[in-house]
């Protein structure tokens, strides 16, 4: 059953990479981003691009698509902390007119990009979705704020939804990868000090109670978290798409967490792109990161037994494989233009 799917938030990583696998499984995609952290060259092509925010998704939708995938959220944590108001604004604020948009226009399956944010400092690992919720900063009490009042929409008005909460998603996805400005991410950031675009990697703070005293986090491929949004979509269809009828039905709200179970330490992400790249990565001691716990492992028994989800791409040295693959391709384009720039103004003088 092909369908018809609003992405906002498409032109960031996690989007673009979902919708991509949409397109392929040949869906069509109307992607919603206000580019405000995304690209528009970052859209697949094939998906129709509306340039605008959340908060206006009702201009956007109508009884004709099947469902909505709703990634654009702000998501840097310690920026969260410094600017709570923008993310109580931006992620509860857009997702509140979303879902209103949705109940209005009759659209009635969401799967929502959740985060293992929403645990906060785990009580005990891995960790499994009754696990109590306590974040510990903006970003993820805005998350948890949005998960309830999905829930709330479910039980009242009937919708069907999946959130799902992913741990630490990395690597990319052919042309399609992380790209922040400036990079805030581990792997990111590592292979940019192997490209010689940074000098040193900071670990932040090398004391944990973990085995090589720095945190431990669980690294999940982008394809394997997109694979899971296209099996809790197709969770929400009935045999003949009807809404109620899949095993999720309407009324419902599942959660799951997205991660591979397995934990990499930060000097294990180092030294594995120090194998794959063959370049020398210096690092620096730093402080710890405010905020960071020690170790965050998931718990995905629930993904593989209710969506049918099997990661496939769980080897971090594969996972770094996919993203410095893209981040010397970005490299190369970017050089490419720069050079094609110079020799334009060159010309024009
Ligand atoms: N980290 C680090 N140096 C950096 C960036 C991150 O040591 O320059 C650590 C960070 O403290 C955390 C882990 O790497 O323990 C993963 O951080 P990231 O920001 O990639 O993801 P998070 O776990 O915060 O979602």
Redesign the pocket.
């Known amino acids: 059953h092909s369908g018809k799917y609003l992405v906002t938030g498409g032109a960031g990583y996690v989007g673009s990479v979902v919708a991509a696998h949409l397109l392929e499984a040949g869906h069509s995609v109307v992607v919603l981003d206000d580019l405000s952290t995304g690209f528009r060259d970052a859209v697949p092509e094939g998906a129709e691009f509306v340039e605008g925010r959340v908060q206006d998704a009702a201009r956007v939708l109508d009884s004709s698509y099947d469902g909505v995938l709703h990634f654009a959220a702000h998501s840097q ?1 310690g920026e969260s902390v410094q600017d709570p108001g923008k993310y109580w604004n931006n992620n509860v604020g857009g997702s509140i007119e979303l879902l209103s948009a949705m109940r209005e226009s009759g659209v009635r399956r969401l799967v929502f990009s959740s985060t293992a944010a929403t645990y906060g400092e785990p009580e005990s690992t891995p960790i499994h979705e009754d696990a109590s919720e306590a974040p510990t900063n903006p970003y993820g009490a805005s998350k948890l704020a949005v998960d309830h009042m999905i829930s709330g929409e479910c039980r009242a008005h009937g919708l069907a939804a999946v959130s799902l909460r992913y741990f ?1 998603v990395a690597g990319a996805y052919g042309r399609y990868g992380e790209r922040h400005d400036p990079e ?4 990111p ?1 590592v292979l940019q000090v192997a490209q010689g675009r940074r000098e040193a ?5 090398d004391d944990y109670p973990t085995p090589d005293g ?2 431990v ?1 669980d690294y999940i491929h982008v394809a394997d978290l997109a694979e899971a949004h296209l099996l809790a979509m197709a969770a929400m269809h009935g045999e003949r798409g009807d809404p109620g009828a899949g095993e999720v039905p309407a009324g419902t709200h599942l959660i799951c967490n997205l991660g591979n179970g397995n934990g990499f330490s ?1 000097r294990e992400v180092v030294e594995t792109v120090r194998k794959v790249t063959g370049h020398p990565v210096p690092e620096t001691a ?1 402080p710890r ?1 405010e905020g ?1 716990p020690a170790q ?1 492992v998931a718990s995905a028994e629930r993904a593989v037994s209710r969506l049918g989800w099997r990661p496939t791409r769980t080897d971090l040295a594969e996972i770094v494989q996919t993203a410095w693959d893209f981040a010397r391709s970005r490299t190369s384009r970017e050089e490419q233009a720069a050079a094609a720039e110079g020799a334009l103004s060159g010309g024009e003088r």
């Open positions: 944590v630490n805030s991410h581990l792997i950031i990697v900071s670990v932040f703070g720095t945190c986090r930060v730093a990161r960071d965050l």
